[in-house]
């Protein structure tokens, strides 16, 4: 790493050398840019969604899963499902994607939950169901450069990657139906990268 006009860029296959990283992160609303910065929707735009490997994308708030930034409609919501139980039977419950996440890593920080991801072998975003791929507990990895990193695959085509930091979660979705270019790896490391570099500032 090394230090430019102050600000830090790295060799990685994705840039920040113009990234601007807030002095404060008031929740449940991020804060403003102020003069010659980035704001977090210009990570989500630039940082994440510029690089080719990502469908959707979004920043949110690690207490309170609150939108730091997102491309259109792309976020942790509220909606009743039918959730499959244990006899195979159906049965219709509300679910929080964004209470059900958070909870479970605060059990996670508490080193009081099991070790796998929420929601058994998966967990929800936007709306849809993944199951989970593979799972980073161990922090300062390459994969897992904050608290934890979560893959998660719907079918073939479709796929996730989770990784929460200090004070946000930055989440990144690729969609072969969407791009058929997508890779499951370019899409992690686009938003493992991300999460590295604001790991590093403290968020």
């Known amino acids: 790493m090394r ?3 102050g600000v ?4 990685l296959p994705i840039c920040f050398s113009s990234f601007f990283v807030p002095t404060s992160l008031a929740s449940p609303t991020p804060p403003p840019p102020t003069q010659l910065t980035m ?17 959707q994308a979004c920043i949110i708030d690690r207490t309170n899963a609150s939108v730091w930034a997102q491309t259109p409609g792309f976020h942790l919501t509220a909606y009743k499902a039918d959730i499959t139980q244990e006899d195979g039977t159906s049965l219709s419950k509300d679910v929080n994607e964004g209470a059900d996440i958070i909870d ?5 920080d508490l ?10 072998n998966g967990f929800r975003v936007n709306g849809i169901k993944y199951i989970t791929s593979r799972y980073f507990p161990k922090p300062g990895t390459t994969e897992n450069p904050g608290a934890l ?3 998660g695959a719907k079918g073939q085509t479709k796929g996730i990657c989770m990784s929460v930091c200090n004070k946000c ?14 890779a499951a790896s370019d899409a992690n490391t686009t938003v493992t990268a991300l999460a590295k570099f604001l790991v590093e500032h403290g968020f």
Request: some cysteine; hydrophobic content about 30%; proline content about 5%.
């Open 8 to 11: 830090q860029t790295c060799a």
């Open 3 to 5: 230090e430019v006009t």
């Open 39 to 55: 704001s977090w929707q210009q990570y989500v735009d630039a940082s994440l969604m510029g690089q080719g490997t990502l469908s």
């Open 104 to 108: 479970w890593i605060n059990k996670k």
């Open 149 to 151: 990193t979560v893959y």
């Open 169 to 182: 979660i930055v989440i990144g979705k690729w969609d072969k139906t969407v791009n058929p270019a997508h």
């Open 111 to 120: 080193a009081s939950s099991k070790s796998g991801p929420p929601s058994g």
